[in-house]
Structures are given as structure tokens and as C-alpha cells.
């Protein structure tokens, strides 16, 4: 998906391109979580569910502008409870010198719209309400779902990809997904970050 975008009072900008993202996304895509939401971001209760696995399929997305990666979001494979699949979003970020541009809300309604053509029923996430209930979510029906460790009920989200997908769900939020290629003993992502 190619959108182009202007920002006010700016030189024009490259297009914004939403595609899968790379293995050469990978340094820019830290980069910019660390920029984002600091040193301290994989101590969250969501990376808990994030560690050791992939992203879903076809769920793993940048926005770049020319050669630039200006913003990311994941979604990862969770089960809500025994037997009721789903997915957790996060992280979503953009760079800071664009985050009035939209991208945000690009990456999201691509992101959601793949994740209903690949059958997905429902994605939860734990984020900033007023921010993620213009994309549908909400606190409704997860007050009986709980993650790996603390996390703020009010911030806890979810969205139903098909109707009555989160009724009745119920029990701990755990991961699924493929789990990731490990070299050395380490999980490549980890390898990386060490490694810089």
C-alpha cells in the first residue's frame, strides 16, 4: 500500500510505503522501539508474550518513506484461555519527526484489515484507549482475561474480528506463535540487540 502524505508547513516528503516487513527492517525497526518507548521497553508484560516467538503471518509491518522506516506493528499468535485464539498488537510505533503524518493509523487499519482476510477472529492489546477506540477497541469483555504479569485494566483492549469472538473469554492470555530461530542459544532478536 503506497499513500502519500503532506505535512503542514514541511518540504514534501517521500510516499508512505506500508509493506511486509524485511530482515533489513530489523536495526531500524529497534532503533526506532528504543526512540519510541525506551531502554527498559522488553521488561512489559506484553514482550512476556512477545519473547522467543514470531509474528504471525503476514502480520509484521513497516511504513517507510523512500528509504527511511518511519513506523512499525507487530501481531503476534495468543490464545485467550484454553482453545479461543487470537492475536496481541504491539508494539506500534512511528518516528517522532512523522507522527502527525498518520502512519499510525495507516499501519493500524492495514494490520486489522490483514488480520480479518487471514481469518483472525479477535486482537487484544494493552495501549492507550482513547488512542485504539477510533480502530474499534475496547475494554468490554476482557475483564475476565489477565496477562503473564501486571498490567492496567483500562489499558488492557480488545477488538472483535467477528462478532461475539471475545464473548465468554476467560483465563490467561499465552503465547502460540512459531517460536523464533535460535542461534547459539540465543533467539536472534536477542543476538542482535546484544550485538549493538
Known amino acids: 500500500m503506497t499513500v502519500h502524505v503532506s505535512l503542514q508547513g514541511l518540504a514534501p516528503t517521500p510516499a508512505i510505503v506500508v509493506s511486509d516487513e524485511q530482515a533489513s527492517h530489523v536495526a531500524p525497526r529497534e532503533a526506532l522501539l528504543d526512540a519510541a518507548f525506551g531502554a527498559d521497553r522488553c521488561e512489559k508484560t506484553s514482550e ?27 501481531l503476534w499468535n495468543v490464545t485467550l484461555g484454553p482453545d479461543r485464539p487470537a492475536l496481541l498488537l504491539g508494539p506500534l510505533a512511528v518516528d517522532g519527526t512523522v507522527r502527525a503524518a498518520g502512519i499510525g493509523g495507516l499501519l493500524m487499519r492495514e494490520a486489522i484489515a490483514r488480520a480479518r482476510e487471514e481469518g483472525h477472529r479477535a486482537v487484544i492489546l494493552v495501549g492507550d484507549e482513547p488512542y485504539y477506540r477510533r480502530f474499534g477497541f475496547a475494554a468490554a469483555k476482557m475483564e475476565r482475561l489477565w496477562m503473564p504479569g501486571p498490567v492496567e485494566r483500562s489499558r488492557f483492549l480488545g477488538l472483535e474480528l467477528v462478532p461475539g469472538a471475545l464473548d465468554g473469554a476467560r483465563g490467561l492470555v499465552s503465547p502460540t506463535g512459531r517460536e523464533a530461530p535460535r542461534w547459539q542459544g540465543l533467539e536472534l532478536g536477542q543476538a542482535w540487540r546484544i550485538a549493538a
Do not use: N
Open 48 to 74: 512476556r508474550l512477545r519473547e522467543g516467538r514470531m509474528p504471525a503471518d503476514r502480520l509484521a509491518l513497516v511504513a517507510t518513506s523512500g528509504t527511511r522506516l518511519v513506523g512499525t506493528v507487530r
